[in-house]
Structures are given as structure tokens and as C-alpha cells.
DNA sequence: CAGTGAGCGAGCTTCCGCTTGACTT
């Protein structure tokens, strides 16, 4: 029997804290959120002043059933959860499905994982904050109370399952109308000049790049500038030094770890977080659900220690970042590592860059500036008026650059590098090596990527560290938007070139627009949006989260009552819910093409109950329409008639293989094949309305021999297989499935080494796959 | 799971925020 149980969220840090408290306390975990709004009848009584009706969450139950017992045992029970209104919400939660008796409660919080922070924590208990639990029941409420009323309208008005909710259909309007600017956007073309020259001092000659500032807005402008410089001399007209500085950014949180992870290491926003808690939990580095960038004491006495140490008491500079982001809860501290002096961990080489990278970006923010001297060097021109500058800079101190530097999003900014000039004077002469004034047009908007998303919804106040991984992946699975393929178009410009007197021009190309990895919103993304928009302007608001925030914060403080902002805000939502679900017109985005030559019938580019697809025909004609859904890259606003007309070819037969036709279709994963009930998906260079019966035949047999690969081992035993799986080798026993041993070679294993393994496996834990996930 | 899209219409889908796990087309 145990004097104290102590309940924290998560079990990593229940394991370390149980090593400050002594033997008197055992330290349990939640696991998070331990009760939930019924999923039935939205699981809010409206009628009832807004009642929720809580559940024990699925999975939670066992949780509840360990901690209940415990509870009873002990003398008191700490509820330790973090000190934001989710937490506060735990504690609540935990008291109510526990049944805690007031008496042997306590409710207790710190910032630091430290001996002395939680020793002093329990030295000054409290009771449950009450008003922050009913602003988290509000925002909880006003959440599902959107979610759940909007979702269906979009069922009736739009497709079935889609969904639409306070955080997902903002990120989504975010991207559909960065799309509308970018095709919206004409680009603005002008000519930039740059010229390389060379200086010469008794020793050696020197090169210089130099540009004018400003560009010239026709061809013909430029083109009179290089004449005037065919006849021109160089000189240095003036030169000007001036220190400067440069700081470290703060240490990392939840967004700034994923937009660096995606820069320097190109790791998805889930990759980030899958990593870093992998790392979290090995007990290297600090929580990484974090919107704060504060260090703690320790942790700054650490740095300066190790940053002294390894470098020099000049490089240690201790620095406090005030946390910018909007509605930041400042529950934790920034993502750091837990022992600073630990320069390597991690267990797989992706932990290991992405430690680094967390090393490098903590000892950085405690380090020293950098200290430069930028010169600028003006250059006459003796025909012309304009001036040629070149820039240079030197590092004086590198302070925390030895260590780190920050990427950034725009490539635009990497061109101008500036480098080391050379030793030059005033009024020395320079001579022109080559000058070009190229075409140069100005880029719409960049397409947003995971980690720029994350961050704008950072910037606006939406979403929180714990969910911005699971928004992008959301509004991906509802394909309200799908990473673009966008393979860009090839650009025609102009380039002049002045070279040894001679001016010359060439039409050259660039490629333009492409982008991998980038999200582009789909015709169900677009249409969504401007239906919510039309009918919900008020949630749509990019300010509406900060607005609600706001209110939650008056509850917080006993300004307001919860359930009367939830009245006041449900009222008039709901009755636009219901003026919509009369009034509105089913979405289809309907475009017509034109007339299909061979009958012609109309044909129409629409959305259907799977997706956009094309029609032929209208349904009150005697023959019934024909329909065929688009391909990936497809969308209703830009498919041409040509293109809907191939999609109409389908399915196809290509030839016949031994005996039976080879028919090639696209289906719901793409092109495929089908020969004796088999379907085989066609490859990407495969195009399906030429793909010969060569080639089908090809991939049948493609598919065989890997159906043939599949089996490394049969036994007699029939109930045990070794299997080729996507991850590899694999024991299959009545339809579940074995990880084998690491060193074991997978076509050494004798039957009993599988039953071994199966057996072995099963004294963990029991798994039944779940035909869906929750 | 692989060409569906109306018809009869049952029963289903869905939110955000806090956690980790155990898994294979």
C-alpha cells in the first residue's frame, strides 16, 4: 500500500518523476485525456443548458480501472497535470471518473522536471481551478457543437463523410486561397542586371560580382544600358563599412522543430513528431508538445556550463525568448535536450539528426552574437547614371554561428550570398569581365507546405502543438487537399549579354510553377470552402479562433459564464445551420464541356457521391448517363472535353493472355489491369489509353513472381507461414501476424522457431486488429 | 477493394485536444 499516488499525463515523465519522490509516492499516468463528450446525440444536451454527457474514452476504461484502485489505497491523491486549461480539465476529469474525495485531493503543477520544482509543488497544493475546467468545457462544447452540425450539412449538401470543423476548415480556406492567387497572379516582368569584374593590386587580380539595384522595366531600356556600357570605364565610387549583427533564434517548439525538420532534415510534420517522441521517451530530450520557447534554470546554467567548456566563456551568452505565438499556454518548456553536455543520442540515424538538430539550436540560442562588418561598394558607371553595387561580408565574431544557423522558406534569399571582398580603395578602376540583364519575373505566393501551414496557423492563433500534425494529415484524408504533383511550365526569356565590347541575345527558358510536396486544394477542398464560406462566414474568420479564445479567457476569470457564451454563439449558428440545410443548393460544381461528337449528348464535369467525375448525358433523357470518374492531377475546373472524352474509353480491352482478355480500366486506386479475376496496377509510366498487350502481359507475370516471392517458408503445419510482407519477413499464424527477430535470418526458421516466436510474442500483449481505427 | 453516380432507403460518416501504441496489401 502506497501513502501517495501521483497522476501526470504521460507516462515518461511519470517514470521520471517517481525517481525525485521518494518511496512514499508511486507516479501513474493518465495517458491524456481520460473522459470525452458521448459520441450520440452529439453528446451535449442542448435543451439542458448545454449538459455535456461525458464517457469514459474508448481504451481509457483500463486506465480508469488501475488508477481507481490505486486511488482508494492511498492517503492522498496528487493530480499533476499541466498547468494549461487542458490540464486543469484532466485533473477535473480524473477527480469526477475516480471518484477522489475533496479531502485526500490535491491539485498541483510545475514547470520544471526538476527535484526541486516538485518537491516545492507539493509543499504548495491547491485546489481545481473550476473556471478554467469550464472554459475547457466550452471550447470543448463550441468545438463539437461545429463539428458536429457542420459535417452533416456537408453530407447533405456536398458528399458523405466529409467533414468540416473550427481548426480543419480554416487550414483548408488558407491553401484554397493561396491556389486562387496564384492563378489569379500576372507576373510582372523586368530585367536585372549583373556584371562580374576584376580588380587587379600588385600581387594578383581579384573578381567581383556587382548588381544594379534597381531593374529596368523593358528590354529596351536594357538594351541601352549595356550599349552605354560597351563604352563604358568602372570605378569605385565609394565604399562603406558598417558592423552589424546577427542573433540565434530561440529555442525550438512543436512548430518551429517541424519547419526546420522539414528544411534541413525533409521530414514530414508527422515524421517530426513521431521522432521526437521516440527521443522523448528515451529520456533525451524534453516534452515536444511545446508552444513555449522558455528554458529552464537548469537548463541555462547547463548551456553556459557546456558552452564555456567546448568553447569559451566569450561564446556563452544566457538568454530568456519571450514566447510570441498567439495564445501560447506556456505549460512546458521549449524542446530541448535533457543533458546539454550529451552532444549525440538517439538510436536510429533519423533520431540522431533530428537530436542534433535540437542540440545545435539550444546551445545556439545561449550563445553570443555574431559580430560582421557589411560593406557596400558603388560603382560608376562613366556613361551611364546608374550604379552598380557589390556587397561583402566579413564575420568578425562568429559567437553562436559556430554552432548553428536557421534555414529559411524563400530559396530567393540564399542567391545573395555575400562573400569576402577584397582589399579595394576608393577610385580604383574596374574592369568588366561580363555584364547580363536577364528577364527576370516576379513569383506569385509560394504554395504552402506542411511546415509553412503549421506556421501560419501558428501565426492566427488555431490549432494547438498536439494537433497541428493531425490537422495536416485530416484535411488530407477528407482530400480537401493532397501534396501536389505540379510539374510547372517551361517559361520563355530574354537574356542579353555584353561580353569583351560585343552585345549579343538569347531566348532562353526556365522552368516555372513546378512544385513537389507542396498542398494544392482538390475540387472538393475548393467547393467546400466557398459553400462554408457563403454560409459561415463567422467561423470561417481567420480571426474567429482568437475570438472564441478570448471568451474562454473571461471564463477563465469569471467574467463570463460558460454555458451563457455557448447559448450566445449556438443561437444564431444553428439557425444558419438550419436555413442552409433548407435553403441551399446541392454543391455539384457543375461545368459543362461541350457535346460528345458521337451522340451529342451533353457532357459535364461534376462532382458525384466518390469524387469529381465527368457525364454523359442528363438523367432525364431516354438513355441513361454515362459516368467515369477523373484521375489524380484531374480537376472539374480545368479538364477539357478531349480529356473527358478519353476517360469515356474504359474499360479497355488491350489483347488476350493465355486465352482471356487483358482489360485495362481505372479504378479507385488508379489504372490497373485485369486477366483471370486479377487486377494488377499499372505503373507510373504507364499510360493506360496506349499501354499495349506486351506490356500488360508483363505486369501479370511481374505480379506473379512476387506472388511466388511471398512464400519464404511453408511447413506442413499449414497454419504457419513465413511470409515477404512490405516490411519484410513475416510469420503469418491464423490471420495475425509475427515480427521476426532482428538476427534471425528469415529462411533458417524451422516450424518450432515460428511457434517459439508466436508464443513468445503472445505473452505480451494480445492484438486484435481493428477493422478500422477508432 | 478495383467502373459505383437515380431507384427502397438502413445505418454509417463528423469535431478538437490530451496521450501512446502496435501494426502490416
Redesign the pocket.
Known sequence: MVKNLVIV?????AKTIEKFLGKDYLVK?S????R??A??N??VEIDNGFKPVYEI?S?KKKVITELKKLAKEAETVWLAS?E????EA?AWHLSEALNLKPEKTQRIVFHEITKTAITEAIKNPRGIDEKLVDAQQA??VL??L???????LL?RKVK??????????V?VRLIVEREQEIKAFKPDASFKVSALFYVEDKERTYEIKAELPSRFSTEEKAKTFLEQCAASEYRIADIEKKPGKKSPAPPFTTSTLQQEAARKLSFSVTKT??IA?QL??SGNIT?M?TDSTNLSKLALSMAKEEITRAYGEEYSKTRQFASKAKGA?E?HEAIRPTYLNKHAAGSSNDQRRLYDLIWKRTIASQMSDASLERTTVKIDVSKAKEQFIAKGEIIKFDGFLKVYFESRDDEEDAEEQKGVLPPLQKGQPMFLIEMEALQRFSAPPPRYTEASLVKKLEDLG??????YA??IS?IQK?QYVEKGIDEGKERPFKAWKLKQGEISSQNRTEKTGATKGKLIPTDIGSLVTQFLLENFDNIMDYNF?AKVEKEFDEIANGLTEWNRMIKTFYKPFHERVENSMETSEKVKGERLLGKDPKSGRNIYARI??????VQIGD?EEEE?P????LRKNQSIETITLEEALE?????RTVGTYEEEDLIV??????P?V?HKGK???LKKEDDPSVITEQRAIELVEEKREKERNKYIKTFDDEDIQVLN????P?IAHKK????IPKETEAKDLSLEDCKKIIKE?GT????T?KKK?K
Open positions: 499525463e504521460s507516462p515518461a515523465k499516468s495517458y491524456g485525456h481520460v470525452d463528450l459520441k450520440k452529439q453528446g474514452s481504451g499541466d494549461d486549461r487542458e490540464g484532466i471550447r470543448r468545438d463539437r461545429v463539428g458536429f452540425e457542420l459535417s452533416p453530407w458523405p463523410s466529409l467533414s468540416a470543423g473550427r481548426v480543419q476548415s487550414a513528431m513521431l517522441q522523448y521517451e516534452y508538445r499556454q505549460a488555431i490549432g494547438r502543438p498536439s494537433t493531425p490537422t485530416t477528407r479562433t458525384g457521391r466518390y469524387g469529381p467525375m438523367k441513361k454515362r459516368f467515369a470518374s476517360l469515356f474509353k474504359f474499360p480500366s481505372i479504378g479507385r486506386f488508379g490497373y485485369k487486377f494488377v496496377s510482407g512490405r516490411w519484410g513475416y495475425k501476424n509475427y515480427k510474442s505480451k500483449k494480445k492484438t486488429r481505427s
